[in-house]
DNA sequence: TCAAATATTTTGAACTTCAAACAATGGTAT
DNA sequence: ATACCATTGTTTGAAGTTCAAAATATTTGA
């Protein structure tokens, strides 16, 4: 049982830090002239039901007014477009321009990838204790 | 496998943005006035094995120059003091004051009760194959 | 209608990081 | 020794991210 914990909580503090920067550096090699934080914003974006300002900033836990600052460089740089709700004027609702779907499916053939390798180079079980467990660990952290 | 791969993708995507926030969160809530990045610095310097400021910002990934900034405010707030070492005088060692110390003992007790918390609600199994994959994909990001 | 609630933007500040320029020390080859 | 290059750090200027608080616009409900 201690070995466990020394795992998880190494996973936690370490393996994460790296995966950013292993991230953005995929991005760069990419051609994706995006920060990690703007393609974060863009993935909400398309996986949000109704792209309000609101939604989005929830989905990715920062707040509307910082979500605003990041859409302006996104509208600048024609990666998004803004347009009124008509049935409710207050909202503001986020489109993605073709650029930012490229810009998204290259991210995810990224993940696609270095998940392939993970597999490949160390020989995972496709072992019902270890898909159970993690699926557990993702679940409790959304929840937390 | 298919199964797998979505679990491992998820816990990449999302719950790593959710674990800094409650690391931070964490932090706030401890009377710790110091930033996760601040502690990351402290926890590399009592990590690493010569604290000099190539070898810190080279266990943390930043640029020394980062870390020049970091370490003035640490040096400001009195975490930290810095010496030349005699025997190589371009050098600067790092050294952590008691209330470094402290901080970084209350951020693992924070640490250690987050994964009891996952043990003890989600009934992880004190399973080899879990144990195993997981300190598996560890090392993998580790010599990415 | 008018006040309260909701949705978003603006503004000012703090923090993190980088790249490039600069300074000092150490090592090496002639 | 001297000259030069490499190594180690610091400074500086700029960009990016985020927040809180104030301001603006719209909707809803009494």
Redesign the interface.
Known sequence: ?E???E????????????????ENEGLRQQGVSLSMSEV?VL?AISLVEEPSMTNIAQK??ITVGSLTTAINTLYQKKYVTRKYDPSDRRKVLIALEPIALEALQKHDDF??R??DA??E??H????E???Q??????G???K?
Chains 1, 2 share one sequence.
Not at 7 to 21: D, G, K, P, Q, S
Not at 124 to 127: G, H, I, N, P, V
């Open positions: 049982m070995e466990a914990r795992v998880i909580n190494e996973l936690l503090v370490e393996i994460f830090h790296r995966i950013l920067a292993i974060h993935e990715i836990g993940h696609q270095m998940i993970i597999f180079d160390l995972l079980a496709e072992d204790v270890l898909i467990s993690l699926k557990k660990v993702s409790y952290f959304k937390w």
